[in-house]
């Protein structure tokens, strides 16, 4: 972490200065790096997991709320290609009902996962059989057990997941070898049930290698040889199979996989799951269109702060399935597949409000808290001023307490991150002499405690909390034209402009997720997160300036030669389709 900044790194082949940019911002918004970006504890622990940043995110909050086992399991499947074979018969499609989980595509794979395993571990019965009656790729369900590993393997090299006092599980080497007594101080079975160092074990690992020696072999001959393809294929495919299936046998042990997979979960450790998955997917989420209960299921859109129009990918659980995503919920994918329209793939639903005020990179209100804009594309309105209140206090305890755990987790000096702890500090000295001025629970939110000797089950508590609290919201996404007369701005000193042609009001709304667009605001900047006060009341808004948003005015289209006669939306949506026109060829 002393290479400085990356700009101006002397890289042997630099990379695009965009890419860069899109990097460290990437980082600020997951919380790796703070708005100065200087480097914050997550940002450290990341900087020792070879992983994705967004995997990294989740396995790590994983390690603190002691839900490792099926996030490891869930981010193992959205780092592998989907198992599910495309086209698969009705029987099949009838068999998968039994796993599928309404609450979207990574619980679904966590439950094939999960019964695969037991299959493989406390049955004689075929997994490969068993996958192919379900639709599946076995060979992605290896994978994921493969990647699954590395991933619990990283996380214990890190010290983020402390190694078993049990028995833990032996590579195919220990196993072949009886290592086990070594290693735990007492005598153990392997994964076939038998004891190692008895008669049996010790004829087990003799045919083992035979299996072994013999598989070396048929790989030499089909290298050597290419007659008799047709005939024997199919054998050597039900061999090799057969012969993966061993390896998986002797690298893993059936008594951990037990213990740590197929275990049933609570309502609120999935709701957990759902917000630790969110925290390192964000901005990954898509709200259904507020059309969409008067539209048919093979018509159903969603939009996300990327893509205005996007489609639930047909082996989602969700296709097909509008009625279980409601009005106030979000859809958060791992990922946008473009083939002929761009899909989402692997979401799961939640309800909005919880994550989005946990892990949003921005809040505003206004002065009473119940109206908040969340990144300056999604409004979400409370029912009542005294929840919004109560809501807002715990949201602010729950991010402090994380940061709180994310420290403790690292073996450095605190000091190692003054520059990111400085930024909370100025603003709690800029607030100092007038905190009388604000709110209760602006005050209550600016208190400082100390975390110093609570457990990290207490923010397992205080999420609970959060979760079952009962608050009736309504929630839409903002036009871009709406962005332009929601929040209070400062003076510039210039004259402004009675009136901004389209090009202009688009360049407005291009910035609206910059961080000069939220410097213009006016408000209290309450601490990283919260900017209190800079959202406008209805009365406020200034009606004409919103106005003017949706009068149609002339435009010339260079790229089609033609006059048109436009308002801002549709302005946007003529340019929007030159420019997907342009990406497909």
Not at 80 to 106: H, I, L, T, W
Not at 156 to 183: H, V
Not at 334 to 359: C, Q
């Amino acid at each position: 972490m002393t290479l400085g900044n990356p700009r101006s790194f002397e890289f042997v082949e630099s990379p695009p200065m965009d890419a860069i940019n899109k990097a460290i911002q990437d980082l600020i918004r997951i919380g790796a790096l703070d708005r100065e970006e200087g480097i914050l504890p997550l940002g450290e622990i990341l900087s020792k997991l070879p992983v994705e940043i967004s995997i990294g995110k989740i396995l790590v909050l994983g390690s603190i709320f002691k839900l490792v086992n099926p996030l490891l399991t869930i981010c193992a499947t959205m780092s592998v290609q989907s198992p599910f074979v495309r086209n698969c018969s009705d029987e099949a499609s009838n068999f998968r009902k039994e796993y599928m989980s309404d609450e979207g595509d990574p619980f679904t794979m966590l439950s094939f996962y999960d019964a695969w395993i037991d299959i493989k571990t406390n049955t004689r019965d075929s997994s490969k059989k068993w996958c192919r009656r379900h639709g599946l790729e076995e060979q992605r369900m290896y994978e994921i057990s493969k990647l699954r590993n590395q991933f619990e393997e990283l996380l214990r090299d890190s010290k983020l997941l402390e190694r078993s006092k049990e028995k833990e599980p032996l590579s195919a080497f220990e196993i072949l070898e009886g290592k086990r007594e070594k290693k735990a101080g007492k005598s153990s079975t392997n994964l076939f049930g038998d004891k190692i160092g008895s008669k049996d074990a010790e004829k087990k690992k003799r045919e083992i290698r035979m299996l072994q020696m013999e598989r070396d072999k048929k790989r030499r001959k089909r290298i050597l040889t290419f007659q008799d393809e047709d005939s024997h294929g199919k054998d050597d495919e039900e061999e090799e199979i057969d012969l993966r299936d061993i390896e998986f046998k002797i690298s893993n042990s059936a008594e951990f996989l037990g213990k740590t997979v197929g275990k049933s979960l609570a309502k609120r450790e999935i709701n957990i799951l759902k917000l630790i998955l969110f925290s390192g997917l964000y901005p990954n989420v898509a709200i259904g269109d507020e059309f969409n209960s008067s539209h048919k299921e093979s018509d159903q859109v969603y939009h996300s702060p990327f893509k205005n129009i996007l489609s639930i990918h047909p082996t989602s659980i969700f296709n097909g399935a509008s009625h279980l995503v409601t009005r106030t919920d979000l859809l958060c994918y791992s990922k946008l597949l473009e083939t002929n329209k761009p899909y989402i793939t692997n979401a799961f639903r939640i309800s909005a409000i919880h994550p989005l005020l946990l892990f949003a990179r921005t809040l505003d209100t206004n002065k009473t808290g119940d109206k908040i804009v969340v990144d300056n594309w999604l409004m979400i309105k409370i029912d009542q001023v005294k929840a919004a209140e109560k809501i807002l206090i715990i949201i602010s305890q729950i991010r402090n307490l994380i940061s709180h755990f994310l420290l403790r987790k690292l073996v450095v000096e605190s000091q190692r991150f003054s520059h990111g702890n400085s930024e909370k500090t100025d603003y709690a000295e800029k607030l100092a002499g007038k905190l009388h001025e604000f709110p209760a629970f602006i005050q209550q939110i600016c208190e400082v405690h100390d975390y110093s000797e609570l457990s990290e089950d207490i923010l397992s508590e205080k999420m609970s909390e959060f979760l079952e609290c009962s608050i009736g919201y309504q929630i839409f996404m903002l036009k871009k034209s709406q962005i332009l007369t929601m929040f209070k701005k400062k003076e510039s000193g210039e004259e402004p402009k009675q009136e901004l042609n389209p090009m202009e009001q688009l360049e407005v709304m291009a910035m609206a997720n910059t961080d000069d667009f939220d410097q213009d605001k006016v408000g209290t900047q309450i601490n990283d997160y919260l900017r209190f006060g800079s959202v406008l009341e209805e009365d406020e808004m200034d009606q004409s300036a919103a106005f003017t948003s949706y009068m149609k005015k002339s435009y010339h289209c260079e790229k089609c030669q033609r006059d048109f006669m436009f308002n801002l939306e549709e302005l946007k949506k003529h340019q929007d389709e030159h420019s997907e026109k342009k990406s497909k060829e």
